[in-house]
């Protein structure tokens, strides 16, 4: 499952051809540590690595296939256009040659086995990779238009922004998902980790990635699946060890319980919050939204269309529409009070 | 292959009618009904490409307004709700409302011309064909005003022009928008099959003496093999629908998810439709080639059997790859390497056609007349668009660009850099048949190449958003992911085109009433089209012609070196 480090001198040799690919190369070889940019073309884990280097060994046969021909249409279009005088005579009817077609087939022909062979090759070796025995398994549930995150061995639910460990060559550490749907089709994809694979209802998924550097990866759902699609975002953070163990401690634990919102709270338990969302070690264990319990402990709200502030909160539990229109949580018609003394409780669960 | 029982080359000058017309034109009312009970080919030719023409008005209005919104990150021209239905009815709109209809207009003026026919094999079908199609555009339409019910504020389909179940099933997608989605396709499916069995019916039951299937023009030929795709790949699509339907109002559980249904088989029948469908409607745009690229650069095609092979060779391989639009649903690796092999395999016989083309030209004449310029430029971009596909059908590098705005470029290169320049250009060079007059080669000239600014402005650009992990069917997207400024490229490119698809039709417009004249074969060309009268009388020819060769024409005026003497 290791990116197989053989074709890096062949990649290096296409970095040197190919100008386009060039740039885009630099971008990625001169990255210090990791970049939040969902680019195809800045690898950070060993499936999108391995894409990576295919793409420009790619990039370089279909490059010189197109300088080859375009140069030739070009040369055709330049030297045999119409001149003064051309109008006297027609030029020489020739209906066609056996040979030369011929040998403009057996071309093609070498240039699909060879792509062929390199790309089953790499299929196989990510797809069918053996599965090392240290690996954090995450089972990842699509809902209109929010992600679920669990990770069963672990205990712990949570959503939208997923947490994994850095895997380094000492300590490789691969993350193996298995992808469903609550509702309909959406498509997990993070590029700089690996390709995208589909969520699908009634089936279930299969994918694995790893993150070679600690930091942030962005993504977003790729199959459009309804009228906030756009805001289905997805974030990866890619934690140190210790950090990684820290946050799955804090996760494992119930609610805070913190007595100064009490209020909070209750109207949490009395409004009907309660039937979509679950707070650990309170009564609320709804299953249609997001799992609360440790909301503070997320970087951002309604997968990734506010930050998550206090301000961007009250506004969200205010009216939904005006922050992601169309998402699946109604407006509870609260007054100004109730929703400060609800962001309040909020505010407590880290 | 000299034949001596067939009369001498020269017969088919007999052909052209020679008698004066002085029909007084009709009035207004009179002349609408001729038009609408009409059965004659090219009536119903000329029809469905102004049908096609006003569609196309339509999903590039649809289009301006999707780039208006991603020229800026968080923008707020559009709601979220309506950029969906906008991109959905633009996909659905170009396909089916648009490329179907022209290249069914195309094949339907000019096969029996080129066959040396009267008309279709059957008229009353080719009619009710069109009425079909027809009929399905505007009720897709309607539902702006009828999707949700009659009482309620109308709604178009919001579901992507694809439709992946179950976003399709009643639970997702209430009121009636998808319906009218549905059942528009199935009416207008009903009238392009009617249209492909009558192009088969008439290539092969009715050309004229001495036309051999190898002496066939190309674009005949081509017709065939799009309607033989077109025979293959609608009913798939058509079956989906009305399974569909069954689960929307019987109560069925096809893709219905919730109750057991498959959201996958959905996708297998989409493609298996929506892949041929590619070549449903880029073998059209091969055949304007086979007859534009050889006349305008004084030679024969390069090739014949070989292209003719290539194009039935890729109808076949193309029925065996649609799971590359499925990479990422999560097949077996197998499954995968196999429907990455065979769609590599496509660009074999497509690398012959680009061949044969460059061929064609070499040592040619190549006079650069706007039709001329309008295949340079397709030969250019379907080289473009072939080599982004063969990147797309290397499946891991797939799992990265699926559903990107790489592949929204990849298919926008087929569709508006091959197929739509190269109906542009086949509008071009058959336009002086059609009307009698030559169009305005200054204002052609002018529209070209501002659409070749426009078109490169918007798709070569659209790659690199794609690249950079942009997915497409997004109605925003936030700053700070580095796809703002080429998505404002983009956006300005999709005005020039605008403007110059705007120049074109205005030069359609004026050339109809102020262009020269433009007498039986302005362009010195060699199928039989040209050896009738610009337009041609009702009945094509006033005798049957007899051919001896590809190019009747030619042996015509070069009675000294036919072509039949040496195929
Ligand atoms: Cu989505
Ligand atoms: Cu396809």
Redesign the pocket.
């Known amino acids: 499952m290791n990116a197989d480090r053989s074709t890096s001198r062949r990649s290096y040799l296409c970095r040197t051809l190919v100008l386009l690919a060039a740039t885009f190369a630099a971008h990625a070889a001169f990255a210090e540590g990791p970049q939040s940019t969902p680019s195809i073309f800045a690898p950070a884990g060993t499936p999108a690595a391995s894409i990576f280097d295919l793409s420009l060994f790619v990039i370089a046969i279909t490059g010189g296939i197109f300088v080859v021909v375009a140069g030739l249409l070009t040369y055709a279009i330049v030297r045999y256009r119409h001149k003064k005088g051309d109008e006297k005579s027609e030029p020489a009817q020739v209906y066609g040659s056996t040979q030369i077609e011929l040998a403009w087939t057996v071309v093609p022909v070498l240039i699909v086995v060879v792509l062929f062979l390199t790309t089953a090759r790499l299929i196989f070796a990510i797809q069918d990779a053996p599965r090392p025995k240290k690996t954090l398994d995450v089972t990842v549930i699509g809902h209109q238009?929010w992600w679920e995150f669990h990770y069963p061995k672990l205990g712990i639910v949570t959503a939208n922004e997923l947490h994994i460990p850095v895997s380094s060559n000492q300590q490789p550490q691969a993350v193996f998902l298995k992808l469903y749907s609550a509702d309909v089709d959406?498509?997990f994809w993070v590029p700089q980790l690996a390709g995208k694979t589909d969520l699908i209802p009634n089936n279930e998924n299969v994918m694995w990635m790893d993150a070679k550097h600690p930091g942030l990866y962005v993504g977003q759902?790729?199959?459009?699946?309804?009228v906030e699609?756009a805001k289905?975002l997805l974030r990866v953070y890619a934690d140190t060890p210790e950090e990684f163990a820290a946050w799955v401690k804090n996760q494992q634990q119930a609610a805070v319980v913190d007595p100064q919102v009490e209020a909070g709270r209750e109207l949490f338990a009395r409004q009907s919050c309660m039937n979509c969302h679950t707070i650990k070690g309170t009564p609320a264990t709804g299953h249609y939204g997001p799992d609360l319990t440790h909301l503070m402990s997320r970087e951002t709200i309604a997968a990734g269309a506010a930050p998550n502030t206090p301000a961007a909160m009250k506004e969200w539990i205010r009216d939904p529409d005006s922050v992601k229109p169309g998402a699946l949580m109604p407006a509870m018609h609260l007054t100004d009070g109730q929703i400060d003394q609800l962001v309040a409780y909020l505010e407590t669960l880290h | 292959m000299a034949d001596s029982a067939l009369p001498a080359p020269g017969t088919i000058g007999g052909a052209i009618d020679v008698t004066p017309h002085h029909k007084a034109p009709g009035t207004f009312l009179e002349t609408l009904h001729s038009w609408v009970v009409t059965v004659d080919h090219k009536k119903l030719g000329i029809m469905y490409v102004l049908y096609a023409l006003v569609f196309l008005l339509v999903g590039g209005v649809e289009a301006l307004c999707i780039r208006i919104q991603l020229g800026r990150p968080e923008n707020h021209f559009l709601s979220p709700e309506v950029y969906n239905r906008f991109f959905t009815m633009h996909g659905t709109t170009m396909v089916f409302l648009m490329g179907m209809p022209m290249l069914v207009g195309f094949m339907n003026y000019l096969v029996p011309l080129m066959i040396g026919a009267r008309d279709m094999a059957f008229p009353r079908l080719n009619a009710f064909s069109f009425w079909m199609t027809a009929f399905g555009g505007l009720m897709l339409y309607y539902s702006f005003i009828g999707g949700s019910g009659l009482y309620a504020a109308g709604n178009a389909p919001d579901v992507g022009w694809f439709a992946y179940a179950p976003l399709t099933a009643r639970a997702f997608s209430p009121g009636h928008s998808t319906d009218y989605w549905t059942v528009s396709l199935l009416v207008s499916g009903v009238g392009t099959i009617g249209a492909a069995v009558n192009v088969i019916a008439t290539v092969f039951c009715m050309r004229c003496k001495g036309m051999t299937m190898m002496r066939l023009p190309l674009f005949a030929w081509l017709s065939v093999v799009t309607s033989a795709l077109i025979l293959m790949a609608i009913p798939p699509l058509t079956a989906a629908q009305v399974m569909l339907m069954i689960d929307r109002y019987l109560g069925g559980h096809f893709f219905d998810t919730l109750a057991g249904g498959s959201a996958l088989m959905w996708m297998h029948f989409f493609w298996i439709f929506g892949h041929p469908e590619v070549y449903i409607l880029v073998m059209p745009a091969f055949a304007v080639a086979n007859e534009v690229i050889p006349v305008f650069s004084r030679k024969p095609i390069f090739g014949y059997p070989a292209m003719v092979a290539a194009s039935v060779g890729i109808a076949f391989v193309s029925l065996g790859v649609w799971a590359h639009h499925m990479f990422t649903v999560g097949m077996t690796s197998v499954g995968n390497a196999f429907f990455a092999l065979s769609t590599m395999i496509v660009g074999i016989p497509t690398g012959i056609k680009i061949f044969n083309w460059l061929a064609t030209m070499w040592g040619g004449k190549i006079r650069f007349a706007t039709p001329m310029l309008y295949m340079t430029a397709f030969l250019f971009q379907f080289l473009m668009a072939g080599l982004t596909g063969i990147m797309l059908s290397v499946a891991p590098w797939n799992w990265q660009l699926h559903n990107s705005y790489f592949v929204v470029a990849h298919f926008h290169y087929v569709l508006v850099g091959a197929i739509l320049f190269a109906l542009m250009g086949g509008i071009c060079y058959w336009y002086p048949k059609v009307t009698g007059r030559m169009l305005d080669e200054k204002l052609g000239k002018w529209g070209f190449w501002l659409l070749v600014i426009g078109f490169h402005m918007t798709f070569d650009f659209m790659h690199i958003p794609g690249l950079l992990g942009m997915p497409r069917q997004i109605y925003t997207y936030e700053a700070g992911r580095g796809w703002d400024t080429w998505n404002l490229i983009v956006s300005i490119g999709a005005f020039v085109q605008a403007a110059a698809v705007l120049l074109f039709a205005y030069n359609l417009l004026v050339s109809y009433f102020r262009g020269e004249v433009a007498g039986n074969d302005p362009w010195d060309a060699w199928t039989l089209e040209w050896a009738t009268s610009s337009p041609p009388p009702e009945y094509n020819f006033v005798a049957d012609p007899v051919v001896t060769s590809r190019r009747p024409l030619w042996d015509m005026k070069h009675p000294e070196d036919p072509d039949w003497k040496y195929e």
């Open positions: 238009f959406h498509s759902c790729a199959q459009f699946c309804g699609h289905m």
